[in-house]
């Protein structure tokens, strides 16, 4: 177990990048601490995937240093340096037992056979599938195949930190909380540094204790869970994460107020003079629709169609050719002209989609 | 009462007929030699199973077809674990995999008989490049002398000719490795033979089942390499099966012995090909 550095991180496929478009990761400096959970979520092709090769040293980066525990292992093979990975597709050794499948990380480094055994046992148990023991693992289907890839991931309890590279993709959903909460279960129990890569932000946000978002190869933002919905730093997070995600508006700031498309907006804090492209960003959760004229600051707006989800109802809302979402908590009618209140302190103000901060 | 459909022979009589004209009438009629004595102006007397009796009691055919025997067997364990090591040596991406993939089909275009005589001129002692420049170093190779000369010219050929065959079958196996199992078992620590043993072999299992098949039935009815180079010899250290075969039917002419022959010839590789297919369908079924 160790924390994990990347200090200054960068890599191109290509052997002489030049501009920025030819990173698949951009350069980065980050310090992640020995037995955390964290998770890489993202698009497809944002770079998370190579970002966790990288780490595991699959991959040798084209920029930058790697330091486990503060010692550099940027140029040591995957053997030495003590990682496990879980892939998004099952990898099983077919001619083996599910056992044997689960001893062989374990045998390949030397544990004795009886030693070996027992850890088996408890992995086993651990993700219920003691009664396939002694199955060909070439029989399993494949999200018992994908059960055998995750034990043998879990399966060493020296590991400096074990990476998941969407293990969860083809395992059915009932499956896959249970799985998630056992992944949970362990870490609280091994303290192992845990990183799962994701493109699923439920996934992400029940897993890990911080998730690090990226896009094209940038980490956008590492916050826990509670600080990415809360605080976006960058409007893709704040659209990324949250179901639906984050309302964007182009807007004007003067001081402690908002104007949106002509109407004011009451800002909780003021800001100076700001540079760049304004947008303000409100998350659907602090949207209130009330009867138009009933409040002071409500925007009228059209209704341009609801969603119901059984727990609330998302309502896509007009406002000048713009389109707004907001939640409708279950039982609450819809106001029959209705208006938009943005709640004041969850307004964020972003100049060229980074969050500004107010004075 | 099910009603039956008699048209439904129609369509199954034009495959009748090809098979028929193509294997059935071809067998009987060398069955029906095979069960008979004939002379001249078509005379033929009922012999029973005497020519059968005569062919696998004689020291002739024993000899042909231990030399059959030993033949394939050192082919097969000289072409399969070299066609796998190659196979495995081959890059997998880049321009490389064309080049290695043309160069590996060249052999497998090229005629038997083409091969015998490339070889037969390559080994002569006194104008072969390979014969002369052996017998330049005081080697004592002559093929048309020494039988294991001629065992070892002989072998040499058909490794040339078809170690490509079981490359290219293993290599098919090895490109559908997902590249995530080789990253597996960096991360699992195995070694490199782990890797092969593990995963690597068990995915060629089914092509190598096809290879060891092909090799085998086609170096079990060797005759023109051996013909070429020698015709059978020196003495009768080459005469395979096929060589006999042909020399007692075309040679002497002995038809019925012939026929009988080409029987047993035919269901020694019909069995021996049941063995080796039933052997590893079972080993492949255990590890499923």
């Excluded at chain 1, 993202?42 to 920029?63: A, D, E, F, Q």
């Excluded at chain 1, 494949?142 to 998941?164: H, P």
């Excluded at chain 1, 107020?257 to 009451?266: D, E, F, N, W």
Aim: charged share 15%; proline share 5%.
């Amino acid at each position: 177990m160790a924390s994990i550095s990347l200090d200054g991180i960068a890599h191109a496929y290509e052997p002489n990048p030049s501009g920025d478009a030819d990173y698949a990761l951009k350069p980065m400096h980050y310090q992640w601490e020995d037995g955390g959970a964290y998770a890489l979520l993202g698009p497809s092709g944002c770079g998370k995937t190579t970002l966790l090769n990288i780490i595991s040293g699959l991959l040798r980066p084209s920029h930058g240093r790697v330091l486990f525990g503060g010692q550099d292992v940027t140029n040591l093979p995957v053997e030495q340096r003590n990682i496990a990975q879980v892939f998004q597709f099952p990898v099983v050794y077919e001619t083996m037992t599910v056992a044997e499948n689960l001893a062989f990380p374990l045998r390949n480094r030397g544990m004795s056979r009886l030693e070996s055994k027992q850890r088996v046992a408890e992995v086993l148990d651990m993700l219920g599938i003691a009664s396939l023991a002694q199955q060909k693992a070439s029989s399993l289907a494949a999200e018992f195949k994908q059960i055998v890839s995750l034990g043998r991931g879990l399966v060493r309890n020296d590991a400096s930190a074990i990476l998941f590279d969407e293990p969860l993709t083809v395992i059915d959903p009932t499956l896959k909380w249970e799985l998630r909460a056992q992944l949970k279960k362990v870490h609280r129990q091994f303290n192992h540094t845990m990183i799962y890569v994701t493109h699923d932000q439920t996934e992400a946000l029940t897993f890990a204790d911080k998730v690090v978002v990226m896009r094209d190869g940038e980490v956008l933002q590492v916050g826990t869970p509670q600080e990415l919905f809360d605080a976006p730093q960058h409007t893709f997070v704040g659209k990324f994460i949250g179901s639906p995600g984050m309302n964007i508006l182009p807007c004007q700031v003067h001081g402690d107020c908002a104007s949106v498309a002509a109407h004011r907006i009451p800002l909780a804090a003021s800001y100076t003079a700001l540079p760049g492209k304004l947008e303000l960003g409100i998350r659907p959760e602090y949207i209130d629709l009330v009867e138009c004229g009933t409040s002071d600051n409500a925007i009228p707006v059209s209704l341009l169609g609801v969603d119901d989800l059984g727990r609330h109802k998302v309502v896509a809302v007009g406002l000048d050719g713009l389109t707004v979402q907001a939640l409708l908590p279950e039982g609450a009618s819809l106001p029959t002209a209705p208006a938009m209140v943005f709640r004041p302190g969850h307004v964020k103000i972003y100049s060229d989609s980074v969050l500004v901060s107010s004075l | 009462m099910k009603k039956w459909n008699n048209r439904a022979w129609l369509l199954v009589l034009p495959m009748l007929v090809l098979v028929a004209f193509s294997g059935v009438i071809p067998l009987m009629t060398v069955v029906n030699y095979s069960l008979q004595d004939s002379f001249g102006n078509n005379q033929f007397f009922w012999v029973g199973t005497e020519w059968f009796e005569e062919v696998l009691h004689s020291e002739r055919f024993h000899n042909a077809l231990g030399r059959n025997l030993l033949f394939s067997g050192i082919v097969l364990a000289i072409e399969i674990p070299l066609g796998i090591a190659i196979a495995l040596a081959m890059p997998t991406r880049g321009i490389g995999v064309s080049i290695c993939l043309v160069l590996m089909a060249l052999p497998l275009l090229i005629p038997w008989n083409v091969v015998g005589t490339i070889w037969q001129i390559f080994g002569r002692v006194d104008i072969g490049l390979l014969g002369h420049t052996l017998a330049q170093w005081g080697v004592d190779y002559n093929y048309a002398q020494s039988p294991l000369a001629a065992w070892i010219t002989i072998i040499a050929m058909d490794v040339w000719h078809w170690t490509s065959l079981v490359v290219l079958l293993s290599y098919s196996g090895l490109v559908a490795v997902p590249d995530a199992y080789y990253q597996a078992a960096r991360i699992d620590g195995a070694s490199r033979w782990a890797v092969f043993r593990y995963i690597q072999l068990p995915r060629m299992k089914r092509v190598l089942l096809i290879a060891v098949l092909l090799r085998f039935m086609d170096s079990f009815m060797i005759y023109t390499e051996p013909f070429v180079l020698t015709g059978g010899g020196p003495g009768n250290s080459t005469t395979f099966l096929s060589i006999d075969l042909v020399q007692i039917a075309i040679g002497q002419f002995d038809l019925g012995p012939a026929a009988a022959m080409s029987l047993v010839y035919f269901l020694i590789i019909l069995l021996l090909s049941w063995v080796f297919y039933t052997v590893m369908t079972k080993a492949d079924e255990e590890a499923s």
